[in-house]
């Protein structure tokens, strides 16, 4: 029996703007399921780049991401956000919640458009998300009514709301106070640990990224060094 | 999708007042259409109804629609002719063989037909002298072509035939002439013929030429009149379809050779005047429905452009293009459908205040306040180019949003 494929695969990848901008070069990555990796490097690296290349939101101008071992070069867009809907999920610096919906509203959008479940059970579902976050009581409130911390926490929620393999996140403690950051990579570690899901996280934090179980540290676009723990 | 419609209702109630404005904006134009629509319609249909009520259906003349060609012109088809000094021959005029077209016309199911002489005559009473068109006709045919029977303020149509040498006025020329049922004129035709003749009914149509100089006698007492023995000069037909009209009067001049008319064609001009109409009062509200359209497509874009960073994370959520275009369309035709379903109520109390409205004159036609037509069609008509507008102003930023590339914004957002 051949070994089952690797999670994410990156081969070669290289995105170049049209202005002839270089923003990451020759990427050779590869993720297993239940891997924390961080993503590090100074500002301007090419870290985000990376990160929305190996997230489908963008493609590579060269080379190629295999998701489950599918090449998604050649796919077209709907299948692109299929993919991202129903394998991926996506944190920001900014928590990017929809501001007219409440927190449980927010984590039942992407569920929704799924469709897999009855809304009976997708509500279930949001809820049991956002109780796991310890947000049972904010589900009704507007994102407005919440904390920052909070706030990007039901960002994870919904992040998680199709259970996907490969979770994606963007600086996601760039905006929190250090005790919230923690909390919110503390959440990362279980997710990679208990749930085997893989979790890649751009930071430039040195400290944080110490929870991770791998950092992959970028300079000038390319990777210069990736160690584990 | 439900999703989708919730997701847009979410974003429009964040902006209730924009939403409001704009939703306002196409109920007005919706309303107005619908006010000066159903004023248009109703009055253009009650004129179209005096008109088919009044007046023959078809009239047949006694006259061709070009002159009979000459010898020359059919010898020659294609050549170059040209006749000068054409003296026309002095035949007597009328329609040809009259019984046997009106026993064909009869013949028809759904059509009646009366044979008519009608002639210039005057009316003398006294000192006082007025010309009149004498209508010479068959009271029981006629009955049929004509409600002039239900318009008779004294006497019948019948009574033409009990009485000898009877004469049928208007109101009108009852009173110019200063004459009263039952007395006696005398008429005078072109050709010299003078009867007396007795006044045995008056009627009011409410048209003044018909009510102020015209007169019915028996055909043949006008056949003696005109000195045209036998002789009919129309034949007025009354149909129980009337849109069969038209097609029905060319057959028959196909047919018959005599010019035919239809009531459409004896009243072009005004049917033009009409059409007319309805395209001023298309491109008014037409105007005001662009007008309300502008508005929708502002506040979608706006929409638009203040939701960058909900669009970007919906598509990082696996939105698809075509769910984000659908989900700002939905947003345009949320406030399209809103604007109709208001317009049309405005509208409506619009028609019942219309209807409140009276003139306080007396028209000869009778009516002394708005003609409204109350008909769905029209509230048809205006919801769907508002909703259709609508849906054409939100298209244009709804693609715009579609586009928008999520790495972008995010970029520019962090």
């Known amino acids: ?229 | 999708m439900r999703l989708i419609l919730d997701l847009a209702r979410g974003m429009l109630s964040r902006r209730r007042r924009q939403t409001l404005v704009s939703v306002l904006g196409v109920a007005l134009g919706v309303a107005f259409f619908i006010a000066i629509a159903s004023m248009m319609r109703g009055f253009q249909t009650y004129f179209v109804q005096q008109v088919i009520d009044v007046q023959p259906h078809i009239v047949i003349k006694d006259e061709t629609r070009s002159p009979t060609p000459q010898a020359a012109q059919m010898a020659l088809p294609d050549g170059a002719v040209s006749i000068n000094g054409v003296k026309p021959v002095d035949r007597i005029r009328g329609i040809r063989a009259a019984g046997d077209k009106l026993a064909t016309l009869e013949a028809i199911p759904g059509v009646a037909a009366a044979p008519i002489l009608t002639g210039a005559a005057l009316l003398r009473y006294g000192s006082r002298d007025v010309s009149i068109t004498v209508t010479g006709i068959d009271p029981p045919r006629y009955t049929r072509v004509s409600n002039i029977e239900k318009d008779m303020l004294h006497g019948r149509l019948d009574d033409l035939r009990s009485t000898a040498n009877g004469i049928i006025i208007g109101d009108g020329l009852a009173l110019r002439l200063g004459v009263q049922l039952g007395d006696t004129v005398v008429a005078i035709s072109p050709r010299g013929v003078s009867l007396q003749m007795k006044i045995v009914g008056v009627f009011h149509t409410g048209l003044v030429t018909l009510d102020q100089s015209a007169g019915y006698v028996l055909l043949k007492v006008n056949q003696v009149l005109q000195d045209r023995p036998n002789v009919v000069n129309q034949i007025q037909m009354r149909l129980t379809d009337v849109t069969r009209a038209e097609p029905l009067a060319r057959e028959i001049e196909d047919r018959f050779g005599d010019r035919t008319e239809s009531w459409e064609e004896q009243n072009r001009n005004i049917l033009t005047v009409f059409i007319i109409q309805n395209a001023i009062m298309y491109s008014v509200t037409g105007a005001i429905l662009l007008v309300a359209a502008f508005g929708i497509y502002n506040i979608i874009s706006t929409v638009v452009f203040e939701k960058t960073r909900d669009i970007a994370i919906l598509k990082s959520l696996g939105f698809t293009e075509g769910d984000v275009q659908r989900l700002f369309l939905v947003q345009g035709l949320i406030a399209g459908f809103l604007g109709a379903a208001l317009g049309c109520l405005i509208g409506q109390l619009m028609i019942e205040g219309l209807a409140q409205v009276r003139f306080h004159t007396e028209t000869p036609a009778g009516t002394d306040r708005f003609l409204l037509a109350r008909d769905w069609r029209i509230y048809a008509i205006a919801a769907f180019f508002a909703v259709a507008s609508a849906a054409l102003a939100a298209v244009i930023p709804a693609r715009r949003a579609a586009r928008l590339d999520p790495v972008q914004i995010v970029r520019g957002a962090a």
Not at chain 1, 71 to 100: C, I, K, N, W
Not at chain 1, 155 to 178: F, I, K, M
């Open chain 1, 1 to 229: 029996m051949s070994e089952p494929a690797p999670l994410l695969v990156a081969e070669n990848v290289t995105k170049t703007l049209p202005e002839g901008v270089t923003l990451v070069a020759d990427i050779d990555l590869t993720v297993q399921g239940g891997e924390f990796v961080a993503i590090t490097g100074p500002s301007g690296s090419g870290k985000s780049s990376l990160l929305y290349l190996l997230g489908l939101l963008d493609r590579p101008s060269a080379g190629r991401v295999l998701l489950e071992g599918r090449d998604t070069a050649a796919l077209p867009p709907p299948d692109l956000a299929a993919l991202r809907l129903a394998r991926l999920g996506f944190v920001f610096q900014f928590h990017f919640l929809l501001p007219e919906f409440t927190a449980l509203d927010n984590v039942l959008i992407p569920i929704r458009r799924r469709g897999a479940l009855k809304l009976p059970q997708a509500q279930e579902r949001a809820h049991g998300l956002l109780d796991a976050l310890g947000l049972g009581a904010a589900a009704n409130k507007l994102p407005e009514q919440l904390s920052g911390g909070m706030r990007q926490r039901v960002a994870v929620a919904r992040a998680l709301a199709n259970d996907p393999v490969l979770l994606l996140a963007d600086e996601p403690t760039g905006n929190l106070d250090t005790k919230n950051a923690a909390a919110v990579f503390d959440i990362f570690a279980r997710l990679a640990r208990d749930e085997g899901r893989a979790v890649l996280v751009v930071t430039h934090d040195a400290e944080l990224a110490q929870r991770a179980t791998r950092r992959v540290h970028l300079v000038d676009g390319r990777i210069v060094s990736d160690e584990r723990n």
